[in-house]
C-alpha cells in the first residue's frame, strides 16, 4: 500500500551535504573577500583596518583548514553542524562588513548568501533562525560600523534616505528569498519523494506480476504431465487388482498428481501474467484491479456502459494500469457510504474508466489540487465533506502518475449538488474519477504495444 512505502523525509536531507562541498564554497568566498579588499586598497586607495579584515579572512582560512584535515572527504553535515556553518559564514561576513562601512558597502547585498543556502538545504526553524540573525545583523550594520574612507581621510557614504532604502531592501529580500526559496525546495523534495514511491509501487506490482506469470506458467506447462501420470496411474490401478499392494501405490500417484493439480490451480489464482495472458478483456482487467476491496463491506457494482459486448477491447495488463485503477478503487471505498460503481465504456477511439461513491465528495476548494504529492487538507470549519479526510496526497499521486504513463487522462469531479438537500442528492453523489485512454495506447490486439504471443519464455533477470 503506498501509505506502508517507506520515502524520505525532508527533515532527512541534511545529512545529504557533503563538508567537501561546503569548504570549495568557502574558498570562493575566501578568495572573493581577499580580491575585495586588496582592489579597495590599491586600486580606489581606501582606508580600511586592513589588518583585521585579514584576520577574519584568516579565521575562515584556518576554519576550512582545520576541517580538511580532521574529517574525511566523505563527511556528511547533519542538521546542526549545517546550521553551525552557515551561521558562521553569516556572522563572519557580517563582521567584515562592520569593519568596511556597514550598508554603505555595496556588497552587504551577499549577506543574502547563507539565507538562501539554509532555506535550500535546513529546516524551518533553522531557516527562521538564521533570517533573524540576518535581519538583526544589517538593522545593527545601519548605523553601527567603522565608516569607509579614503586616505584623504574623506567619508563615502550614501545618503539616509538610500541607506533606509538599502536596508529595506535587504530586510525585504531577506522574507522573500527565505519564502520563496523555501517554497521550491519543498515542492521539489516532495515531488522527489512522491516519484520516488510511484517507483516503489511499481516495482512492487511488476514482482508480484512476475510472480503470478511463474506460476500460472508452470500450471499452464505442468499441466499435460500431470494429466498423463493422472491417466497412467488410473490404468495401473484397473490393471492391478489382483496385486492390491501396488495397487494402493498407484492410487497414491494418482492423488498426489491431484493434490498437485490443485496448488497450481490454486497458486494461479493469484497471477494470470504468463506470456498467453498478458492481455485480457477490459471489465476482466477491472475486476482484476478492484478485487482486493469487493470484500470491504461496501458494495462495489461493475457496469458495462457500452451495449456492444463483442467489441469489448482486449488491454494490457500492465502493472501501471492494475495498480493505478486498485489506487483509485481503494479510494472510493475508504469514503464511500454503501456502494461504489465502476463503470466501463469504449469506442473504436477510446477507452474510459469512471470509478463514482455515495459518499461527501471531494472539497470543492481542493479538486483542482488533487493529484498533488503529499497534499493536505485545508482547515475550513464551513467545509463538510469528508471531514474525516486529511489527505490525498501520496496515494491519489501515485494513481495518476501510473495511469498517466499508460497513457490516460484523468479528471476529478463530484456527483452531488450543493444546491440539493440530502434527500434530493442522485444515487451517485460522491466523488467521481474518470480514467480516459486513447485505445491505441492500451489495445493489446492493434494498439501500439501489442501483446507478446507464442511459447512462454524464461524470465531474465
Known amino acids: 500500500m503506498p501509505d506502508q512505502i517507506g520515502v524520505l523525509k525532508g527533515q532527512e536531507r541534511g545529512n545529504w551535504i557533503r563538508l567537501r562541498t561546503i569548504i570549495l564554497l568557502r574558498w570562493g568566498a575566501i578568495v572573493g573577500q581577499v580580491t575585495a579588499l586588496l582592489v579597495a586598497r590599491q586600486v580606489y586607495d581606501l582606508d580600511i583596518e586592513m589588518g583585521l579584515c585579514l584576520m577574519l579572512v584568516g579565521i575562515s582560512v584556518i576554519g576550512n583548514l582545520v576541517a580538511v584535515v580532521v574529517f574525511p572527504e566523505s563527511k556528511r553535515l547533519n542538521e546542526t553542524e549545517n546550521l553551525l556553518m552557515v551561521l558562521f559564514d553569516l556572522l563572519q561576513l557580517s563582521f567584515l562588513l562592520f569593519l568596511t562601512g556597514g550598508l554603505h558597502n555595496p556588497f552587504s547585498i551577499l549577506i543574502l548568501g547563507p539565507v538562501t543556502i539554509s532555506a535550500t538545504v535546513l529546516s524551518l526553524r533553522s531557516t527562521v533562525f538564521i533570517g533573524l540573525t540576518a535581519i538583526l545583523a544589517v538593522t545593527l550594520l545601519a548605523d553601527s560600523h567603522l565608516p569607509l574612507r579614503t586616505l584623504q581621510r574623506e567619508v563615502l557614504e550614501i545618503p539616509q534616505i538610500f541607506l533606509f532604502g538599502t536596508w529595506l531592501a535587504i530586510v525585504i529580500s531577506v522574507i522573500f528569498i527565505s519564502i520563496y526559496s523555501r517554497r521550491v525546495t519543498v515542492e521539489m523534495h516532495s515531488m522527489s519523494d512522491a516519484l520516488q514511491a510511484t517507483q516503489m509501487a511499481l516495482s512492487r506490482e511488476q514482482k508480484l506480476t512476475d510472480l503470478g506469470g511463474v506460476v500460472a506458467a508452470a500450471a499452464h506447462e505442468l499441466g499435460t504431465p500431470l494429466a498423463t501420470i493422472k491417466l497412467?496411474?488410473?490404468?495401473?490401478?484397473?490393471?492391478?487388482?489382483?496385486?492390491?499392494?501396488?495397487?494402493?501405490?498407484?492410487?497414491?500417484?494418482?492423488?498426489?498428481?491431484?493434490?498437485?493439480?490443485?496448488?497450481?490451480?490454486?497458486?494461479?489464482?493469484?497471477?494470470?501474467?504468463?506470456?498467453?495472458?498478458?492481455?485480457?478483456?477490459?471489465?476482466?482487467?477491472?475486476?482484476?484491479?478492484?478485487?482486493?476491496?469487493?470484500?470491504?463491506?461496501?458494495?462495489?457494482?461493475?457496469?458495462?456502459?457500452?451495449?456492444?459486448?463483442?467489441?469489448?477491447?482486449?488491454?494490457?495488463?500492465?502493472?501501471?494500469?492494475?495498480?493505478?485503477?486498485?489506487?483509485?478503487?481503494?479510494?472510493?471505498?475508504?469514503?464511500?457510504?454503501?456502494?461504489?460503481?465502476?463503470?466501463?465504456?469504449?469506442?473504436?477511439?477510446?477507452?474510459?474508466?469512471?470509478?463514482?461513491?455515495?459518499?461527501?465528495?471531494?472539497?470543492?476548494?481542493?479538486?483542482?489540487?488533487?493529484?498533488?504529492?503529499?497534499?493536505?487538507?485545508?482547515?475550513?470549519?464551513?467545509?463538510?465533506?469528508?471531514?474525516?479526510?486529511?489527505?490525498?496526497?501520496?496515494?491519489?499521486?501515485?494513481?495518476?502518475?501510473?495511469?498517466?504513463?499508460?497513457?490516460?487522462?484523468?479528471?476529478?469531479?463530484?456527483?452531488?449538488?450543493?444546491?440539493?438537500?440530502?434527500?434530493?442528492?442522485?444515487?451517485?453523489?460522491?466523488?467521481?474519477?474518470?480514467?480516459?485512454?486513447?485505445?491505441?495506447?492500451?489495445?493489446?490486439?492493434?494498439?501500439?504495444?501489442?501483446?507478446?504471443?507464442?511459447?512462454?519464455?524464461?524470465?531474465?533477470?
Not at 469531479?413 to 444515487?427: K, R, V, Y
Request: a negative charge.
Open 232 to 461: 497412467a496411474s488410473s490404468e495401473l490401478m484397473d490393471e492391478l487388482d489382483d496385486r492390491p499392494e501396488l495397487q494402493e501405490d498407484a492410487a497414491l500417484i494418482r492423488s498426489e498428481a491431484d493434490r498437485c493439480r490443485d496448488i497450481l490451480r490454486s497458486m494461479g489464482q493469484a497471477g494470470k501474467d504468463d506470456l498467453h495472458m498478458r492481455q485480457a478483456p477490459l471489465t476482466t482487467v477491472i475486476h482484476e484491479a478492484a478485487e482486493p476491496h469487493v470484500a470491504r463491506g461496501k458494495f462495489v457494482h461493475f457496469e458495462e456502459l457500452t451495449d456492444d459486448p463483442q467489441s469489448q477491447p482486449s488491454i494490457l495488463r500492465s502493472p501501471e494500469i492494475i495498480h493505478g485503477l486498485r489506487n483509485l478503487v481503494q479510494n472510493a471505498v475508504d469514503f464511500s457510504r454503501a456502494n461504489v460503481w465502476v463503470e466501463t465504456e469504449w469506442t473504436d477511439d477510446t477507452v474510459v474508466v469512471r470509478i463514482l461513491d455515495d459518499g461527501r465528495g471531494y472539497p470543492a476548494h481542493l479538486i483542482g489540487r488533487i493529484g498533488d504529492p503529499f497534499m493536505r487538507r485545508r482547515r475550513v470549519k464551513s467545509d463538510r465533506r469528508r471531514p474525516e479526510y486529511e489527505g490525498m496526497g501520496l496515494g491519489l499521486f501515485i494513481a495518476k502518475t501510473l495511469l498517466e504513463r499508460s497513457g490516460a487522462e484523468l479528471s476529478f469531479a463530484n456527483g452531488g449538488d450543493p444546491f440539493l438537500s440530502a434527500a434530493d442528492q442522485p444515487e451517485k453523489c460522491g466523488a467521481i474519477v474518470e480514467v480516459t485512454w486513447p485505445r491505441h495506447k492500451i489495445d493489446a490486439k492493434s494498439g501500439d504495444t501489442p501483446a507478446l504471443t507464442g511459447l512462454n519464455q524464461p524470465i531474465d533477470r
